[in-house]
């Protein structure tokens, strides 16, 4: 979905998506190769006519106007985080380590330079960023000691907004949009937007909090719990932290920040550039992930400030952490060829005459603390079995958080509700194994809560691994629908090799069947499948991996299972989200449609979505539409079809 343009091996990398984005490359971010290595960078902004470049961890500022050359502004700066042009042609910059303001005439260093380390009584700490009102000219800077400054130049009258430590964390930038100057409230996954300076007004906008944190006052949430002190960490543990926002369209685009270096209990997640519609969707965690854009590297890259121009976003990519850093890097999206994600009231409408495969995201978190969701969802597809034509229910493990009877018996009571209604097939996840749901090992209480008896309620159970026959980790399920016949696979996390072998022999019994692939852990959130420690959360991360029975991941599976057979159509998989497709071609030429799911870190722990499969009658045209019966609300994700 992206491209490289690599400018030079010892320059800036643009990763440049869409015709628009690498036609401005080419205009906007030419000549790099002339100014030697760049890393490091957090911001790339354009003021008219001319580019900026803040490189080096802030250390260097390099410019150029129009298609001219670039150049080295000769100041010395400190971790700068960004510059803005003030409506008298000069120019500040957020010297932000050397915890200072600088004023330039001229970037070329030819005019007069102002440098404010004190500016109306207070003494600056850490000055994050700074912008102008595009319609009174105000200027605005955001400090780390929770100070807003407002002035028209700074050697003039200054005013000063002092918020508390209730009201603001750690922010990192201040936007323009909607009329309003907003402040990001980076370390709290907020947005505050400013109604009245003079008067000291705001309406706050919050992100969903973590799971685990959720419903608990204030006085009630341990330090090692909160996130207001900490700028980093992931979704489970943290919530969005924002490293910047900005509007262009109807849209909102956020990019986040998530990072080993502060992550709470080490539980970390991948950066993030997301975007969402309105301020009520991202209060209730219905964002569109656009994080696939972000390329690949030996070490994570994350998006930081936000820069939109002639339709065209522009976020550097920094490395981390920064002494692995040998290149900069910059991500430049088309935004006109992205397809927007439209959330629809109600739930989909059924096809006539086709039929539907219902997906249960990892529901972890309905077993652990929201249980009502789970029955929620499994009396949904009770009661519209038949209006939708539902042949199966196929649910992609972490059925539990904990491994616990506890839970298990939340879920058994959920599928309860279904069970005459529809069959299911279940894999498990890596939660539902070990002690405490810790994958130290492959136990698990999976197979007294999914029994053979279940199964054996409906005609379409075929059997389960030839090696464990009272267990039920590994199944397989047949049924006829859309004038074809098909296979379903429902494996374990990270299924050992001689589950493959028992796997292969299953797909080569059925050879007129399509084959449908449930397992928990095997296409990543970006579209790419799970490959050794390439990504976060992988199968090769946990414990099962080191048992001399093996544990296979993602492209594992491709090779050793998937791709080898002519009559393999679908993957469907969850474990991190929130929603990927890849598309493969096999060693016979058939397509396979890989697919993951999973709304775990949403609000409420999921917000009771669903997905629906809904084939067409022909039985090949599929359209992937996602429900929540909570919210009633659905969203159509894509359509692809499945040959015969």
């Given at each position: 979905?992206?491209?490289?343009?690599?400018?030079?091996?010892?320059?800036?990398?643009?990763?440049?998506?869409?015709?628009?984005?690498?036609?401005?490359?080419?205009?906007?971010?030419?000549?790099?190769?002339?100014?030697?290595?760049?890393?490091?960078?957090?911001?790339?902004?354009?003021?008219?006519?001319?580019?900026?470049?803040?490189?080096?961890?802030?250390?260097?500022?390099?410019?150029?106007?129009?298609?001219?050359?670039?150049?080295?502004?000769?100041?010395?700066?400190?971790?700068?985080?960004s510059l803005a042009r003030l409506p008298n042609g000069r120019w500040l910059i957020n010297d932000t380590d050397h915890h200072r303001l600088v004023q330039l005439d001229d970037l070329s260093g030819t005019g007069r330079t102002v440098a404010r380390s004190t500016i109306a009584g207070i003494t600056l700490r850490r000055p994050h960023d700074q912008l102008v009102d595009?319609?009174?000219?105000?200027?605005?800077?955001?400090?780390?000691?929770?100070?807003?400054?407002?002035?028209?130049?700074?050697?003039?009258?200054?005013?000063?907004?002092?918020?508390?430590?209730?009201?603001?964390?750690?922010?990192?930038?201040?936007?323009?949009?909607?009329?309003?100057?907003?402040?990001?409230?980076?370390?709290?996954?907020?947005?505050?937007?400013?109604?009245?300076?003079?008067?000291?007004?705001?309406?706050?906008?919050?992100?969903?909090?973590?799971?685990?944190?959720?419903?608990?006052?204030?006085?009630?949430?341990?330090?090692?719990?909160?996130?207001?002190?900490?700028?980093?960490?992931?979704?489970?543990?943290?919530?969005?932290?924002?490293?910047?926002?900005?509007?262009?369209?109807?849209?909102?685009?956020?990019?986040?920040?998530?990072?080993?270096?502060?992550?709470?209990?080490?539980?970390?997640?991948?950066?993030?550039?997301?975007?969402?519609?309105?301020?009520?969707?991202?209060?209730?965690?219905?964002?569109?992930?656009?994080?696939?854009?972000?390329?690949?590297?030996?070490?994570?890259?994350?998006?930081?400030?936000?820069?939109?121009?002639?339709?065209?976003?522009?976020?550097?990519?920094?490395?981390?952490?920064?002494?692995?850093?040998?290149?900069?890097?910059?991500?430049?999206?088309?935004?006109e060829t992205l397809s927007p994600t439209v959330h629809a009231a109600g739930p989909p409408a059924p096809v006539d005459g086709g039929f539907t495969l219902a997906v249960l995201p990892d529901t972890q978190n309905y077993t652990w603390q929201r249980p009502e969701l789970y029955t929620l969802q499994t009396g949904w597809l009770a009661a519209n079995a038949d209006r939708?034509?539902?042949?199966?229910?196929?649910?992609?493990?972490?059925?539990?958080?904990?491994?616990?009877?506890?839970?298990?018996?939340?879920?058994?009571?959920?599928?309860?509700?279904?069970?005459?209604?529809?069959?299911?097939?279940?894999?498990?996840?890596?939660?539902?194994?070990?002690?405490?749901?810790?994958?130290?090992?492959?136990?698990?209480?999976?197979?007294?809560?999914?029994?053979?008896?279940?199964?054996?309620?409906?005609?379409?159970?075929?059997?389960?691994?030839?090696?464990?026959?009272?267990?039920?980790?590994?199944?397989?399920?047949?049924?006829?629908?859309?004038?074809?016949?098909?296979?379903?696979?429902?494996?374990?996390?990270?299924?050992?090799?001689?589950?493959?072998?028992?796997?292969?022999?299953?797909?080569?019994?059925?050879?007129?069947?399509?084959?449908?692939?449930?397992?928990?852990?095997?296409?990543?959130?970006?579209?790419?499948?799970?490959?050794?420690?390439?990504?976060?959360?992988?199968?090769?991360?946990?414990?099962?991996?080191?048992?001399?029975?093996?544990?296979?991941?993602?492209?594992?599976?491709?090779?050793?299972?998937?791709?080898?057979?002519?009559?393999?159509?679908?993957?469907?998989?969850?474990?991190?989200?929130?929603?990927?497709?890849?598309?493969?071609?096999?060693?016979?030429?058939?397509?396979?449609?890989?697919?993951?799911?999973?709304?775990?870190?949403?609000?409420?722990?999921?917000?009771?979505?669903?997905?629906?499969?809904?084939?067409?009658?022909?039985?090949?045209?599929?359209?992937?539409?996602?429900?929540?019966?909570?919210?009633?609300?659905?969203?159509?994700?894509?359509?692809?079809?499945?040959?015969?």
């Amino acid at each position: 979905m992206w491209r490289s343009n690599s400018i030079t091996a010892a320059a800036l990398t643009v990763f440049a998506l869409g015709a628009s984005a690498h036609a401005l490359a080419a205009d906007r971010l030419a000549g790099l190769a002339t100014i030697g290595k760049t890393c490091g960078v957090p911001q790339v902004g354009i003021f008219g006519d001319v580019t900026t470049i803040l490189a080096n961890m802030g250390t260097r500022l390099y410019f150029k106007v129009g298609d001219g050359a670039w150049s080295k502004a000769p100041i010395d700066l400190d971790h700068a985080h960004s510059l803005a042009r003030l409506p008298n042609g000069r120019w500040l910059i957020n010297d932000t380590d050397h915890h200072r303001l600088v004023q330039l005439d001229d970037l070329s260093g030819t005019g007069r330079t102002v440098a404010r380390s004190t500016i109306a009584g207070i003494t600056l700490r850490r000055p994050h960023d700074q912008l102008v009102d595009p319609v009174k000219r105000d200027i605005y800077v955001i400090a780390g000691d929770r100070h807003l400054f407002r002035f028209k130049d700074l050697e003039g009258p200054i005013d000063v907004w002092t918020f508390t430590p209730e009201e603001l964390g750690y922010v990192r930038a201040l936007s323009w949009f909607d009329g309003r100057l907003h402040i990001v409230n980076s370390s709290r996954g907020e947005v505050l937007r400013i109604d009245s300076y003079a008067e000291h007004r705001y309406t706050r906008f919050r992100s969903p909090r973590p799971a685990a944190l959720r419903g608990k006052p204030s006085t009630q949430i341990a330090a090692s719990e909160s996130r207001d002190d900490f700028d980093a960490g992931s979704l489970s543990t943290t919530g969005l932290i924002l490293n910047d926002v900005e509007k262009h369209g109807d849209w909102y685009y956020a990019t986040n920040d998530f990072l080993v270096d502060y992550a709470l209990g080490g539980d970390t997640g991948p950066a993030r550039l997301i975007r969402w519609r309105s301020w009520a969707d991202f209060e209730q965690g219905r964002w569109q992930d656009l994080s696939s854009y972000i390329p690949k590297a030996s070490s994570p890259l994350v998006p930081y400030f936000i820069t939109i121009h002639d339709n065209v976003l522009y976020t550097p990519l920094q490395l981390v952490p920064d002494e692995k850093c040998d290149q900069g890097s910059v991500l430049q999206l088309d935004l006109e060829t992205l397809s927007p994600t439209v959330h629809a009231a109600g739930p989909p409408a059924p096809v006539d005459g086709g039929f539907t495969l219902a997906v249960l995201p990892d529901t972890q978190n309905y077993t652990w603390q929201r249980p009502e969701l789970y029955t929620l969802q499994t009396g949904w597809l009770a009661a519209n079995a038949d209006r939708y034509h539902l042949a199966y229910v196929l649910h992609v493990g972490d059925i539990t958080q904990h491994n616990n009877r506890e839970e298990w018996e939340v879920a058994r009571r959920a599928h309860l509700i279904c069970k005459d209604a529809v069959p299911s097939a279940f894999a498990s996840g890596n939660h539902d194994l070990g002690p405490n749901g810790e994958t130290a090992n492959r136990d698990s209480l999976f197979s007294d809560y999914i029994t053979l008896a279940d199964y054996r309620r409906h005609s379409g159970f075929g059997g389960v691994y030839d090696k464990e026959p009272t267990r039920t980790e590994n199944s397989y399920h047949l049924f006829d629908a859309g004038g074809r016949q098909w296979l379903i696979l429902a494996l374990e996390f990270g299924p050992r090799d001689d589950v493959v072998r028992w796997a292969n022999d299953v797909v080569a019994r059925h050879r007129a069947r399509s084959v449908i692939l449930v397992t928990h852990a095997y296409l990543f959130s970006d579209g790419t499948r799970y490959e050794g420690s390439k990504q976060q959360y992988s199968p090769a991360s946990f414990p099962t991996a080191r048992s001399p029975a093996g544990s296979n991941d993602g492209e594992a599976l491709w090779r050793k299972l998937v791709s080898r057979h002519r009559n393999f159509a679908l993957v469907v998989s969850g474990h991190v989200g929130i929603s990927a497709h890849l598309e493969s071609k096999g060693e016979h030429g058939n397509t396979v449609h890989q697919i993951v799911v999973d709304y775990q870190n949403v609000d409420n722990g999921g917000n009771g979505w669903l997905r629906l499969l809904q084939f067409q009658p022909d039985g090949q045209t599929v359209t992937v539409r996602d429900y929540s019966p909570l919210l009633n609300e659905a969203v159509e994700r894509e359509t692809f079809v499945i040959p015969r």
